[in-house]
Each structure stands twice: as C-alpha cells, then as structure tokens.
C-alpha cells in the first residue's frame, strides 16, 4: 500500500476510544515516543492529551511511524493491527474516507514509491 497523504483528519468518538485502547497498551508508548522522536504520530500514538484537532498526515510521518512499528514487539503489534482492522471497517461502514484510509495505513503499514 502506497503511504497515503491525509489533510484534516479528525478522529470520532469511536477512533479516539481506539486510540486511547492503543496507548494502553504495555510498554508501546516508550517505544513509539524513542523511534518516532516528535511529530504528529507522538500526539496521536504516545500522547496523553486529547485528540481534538485536525492532522495533516504527511508521507514523511507515515515512513517514521513504519520505524517505529519495527520496534514495537510482535504481539504488542498484532493488537494494533486487530484494532485498526475492526476502527477500518467502522469507518468504511460510516463512508469515512479519511478515517479509513488512515485505519487502513495502521493495519496495513504502507511502503515508500
């Protein structure tokens, strides 16, 4: 999968709940805080605050959060990929492009042209 640009992504209810779920998870948010270093995908993945505002999800982004998966172990991994599988479907269901394909690049992972 191509790494898809997303502008003004905004995270319902439903995604926010998923994303806190994926916080919770043991020892993913050092990992993800040492790999990723900074940007957008600290907020969303390792962040504590809340998901308010809208992102802008560059490829750059998306090639650092592939980093950052690699030094997540395995079954910590598995979990993140079943929970944006089942956050994937919700969306397609809703007809939410951008959730989708954001959902879609978490479970997937994406490779650089």
């Known amino acids: 999968m191509e790494c ?3 502008q003004q992504l905004n995270f319902d209810e439903e995604s926010q709940a998923a994303l806190e779920r994926i ?5 993913l948010g050092n990992a993800f805080a040492g790999a990723l270093g900074g940007g957008v ?3 969303i993945f390792a962040g504590s ?3 308010g505002a809208a992102f802008n999800i560059a490829t750059t982004d998306w090639n650092t959060f592939g ?6 172990p395995d079954v ?4 993140i990929e079943r929970e944006a599988l089942n956050q994937w479907s919700r ?5 939410d492009v951008r959730l989708a394909r954001f959902w879609e690049a978490v479970h997937n992972g994406c490779r650089l042209p």
């Open 76 to 79: 910590t991994r598995a979990r």
């Open 91 to 95: 969306a397609q269901i809703a007809n």
């Open 49 to 51: 605050g809340p998901l």
């Open 23 to 27: 916080r919770d998870m043991p020892g």
């Open 67 to 72: 980093k950052a998966m690699r030094a997540v």
């Open 4 to 6: 898809p640009v997303i």
């Open 41 to 43: 995908f600290v907020t």
